[in-house]
Nanobody
């Protein structure tokens, strides 16, 4: 069983930065792909960024050039550095991880960007 705990959310002004972190814990050997999703009020949950165990990354078009996803395999953590934040980045951000073809979700953390 895997538990994912997000941290680092909060309120920031447009143009500012935040760094989200997600730590995976539980009974498992290897965490495969990890990702960040977000959901704005009234909208579908969308993929923001993902990263493979070897470091290959993928980003939504809306965040390319502004966000950076990274991971620390030794600590079973994934991070999302968010720069030049915009009001439209506001939403609940969720950590996701695949372990042995099983999917796990964090509870989500709120990011609010004021304009």
């Amino acid at each position: 069983q895997v538990q994912l705990v997000e941290s680092g959310g909060g309120l920031v002004q447009a143009g500012g930065s935040l760094r989200l972190s997600c730590a995976a814990s539980g009974s498992f050997f290897v965490v495969n792909t990890m990702a960040w999703y977000r959901q704005a009020p009234g909208k579908q949950r969308e993929l923001v960024a993902d990263i493979t165990p070897t470091g290959t990354t993928n980003y939504a078009d809306s965040v390319k050039g502004r966000f950076t996803v990274s991971r620390d395999n030794a600590k079973n953590t994934v991070h999302l550095q968010m720069n030049v934040l915009k009001a439209e980045d506001t939403g609940v951000y969720y950590c996701w991880a695949m372990v042995l073809h099983m999917n796990f979700w964090g509870k989500g953390i709120l990011v609010t960007v004021s304009s």
